[in-house]
């Protein structure tokens, strides 16, 4: 069985009610639902939700809410990782048995259903552990500078002030998107980060949203992405 679990609290502090926020006339929560359908990968897919709100746009939008996600794993510090085993612990003892399981998050409109697929399959090349997309920074970490209060700067890594653009180590970051995982990966707390497969999906498909400045750009960059499907 595979199963998609997308965390969603109610209790957002830097955008309220982010989860469920109209983006581009739809609230947001439905965007990730919406892709985990379209993938058809997925035999179930179901909210961890402790907000009543939440619950009733999620199965409006085609999802599952077979529980209420508990206020220990709701507040603002709890991990990714103890969440979504909380819920395959949950559906065990309701008899299902997941074997692969893919945590989404909910503020994602920019996710394409294919990268869940294609998460998929790296999952089942290695076996075990974790998969997810990652994306390149836009410029060199290596060059990256350090900045005083008074204005200095100063590099973190003075040995490539010199290097050539091209001659430095492409580095990556977490699409903060999705993470396939296989069942004794979540239930055991394995560290995502440290035990995954990844691959890689262009920037311009990642939206990084904490601030209503950065739900501006997204919904500007959603715009323009599908103006095509609205002539």
């Given at each position: 069985m595979r199963l998609a679990?997308?965390?969603?609290?109610?209790?957002?502090?830097?955008?309220?009610?982010?989860?469920?926020r109209p983006f581009a006339g739809r609230?947001?929560?439905?965007?990730?639902?919406?892709?985990?359908?379209?993938?058809?990968?997925f035999d179930q897919v179901i909210v961890s939700t402790d907000d009543a709100e939440i619950a009733e746009i999620a199965r409006v939008a085609?999802?599952?809410?077979?529980?209420?996600?508990?206020?220990e794993l709701a507040d603002d510090i709890t991990p990714t990782v103890p969440v979504i085993a909380h819920?395959?612990?949950?559906?065990m003892a309701a008899g299902l048995t997941p074997a692969q399981v893919c945590c989404i998050y909910p503020g994602v409109p920019l996710l394409s259903p294919q990268d869940l697929v294609q998460?998929?399959?790296?999952?089942?090349?290695?076996?075990?552990?974790?998969a997810f997309p990652v994306t390149p920074f836009p410029s060199p970490i290596q060059r990256a500078l350090r900045r005083h209060e008074d204005g200095r700067t100063?590099?973190?890594?003075?040995?490539?002030?010199?290097?050539?653009?091209q001659d430095l180590e492409p580095a990556y970051h977490d699409s903060g998107q999705f993470?396939?995982?296989?069942?004794?990966?979540?239930?055991?707390g394995l560290n995502i980060h440290q035990n995954a497969r990844t691959f890689v999906i262009p920037e311009w498909r990642c939206v990084d949203?904490?601030?209503?400045?950065d739900w501006l750009r997204a919904e500007a960059l959603y715009g323009v992405l599908h103006a095509k499907d609205h002539p």
């Open positions: 679990v997308i965390p969603a609290r109610g209790g957002s502090k830097r955008i309220p009610r982010k989860n469920i609230p947001m929560i439905t965007y990730a639902i919406g892709a985990a359908l379209a993938s058809e990968v085609g999802a599952e809410v077979p529980f209420t996600r508990p206020a819920a395959i612990n949950a559906l998460g998929l399959e790296l999952l089942e090349q290695a076996g075990q552990g974790y100063e590099p973190f890594d003075a040995r490539h002030v010199g290097t050539r653009t993470y396939w995982g296989a069942t004794p990966s979540w239930l055991g949203i904490d601030t209503l400045d």
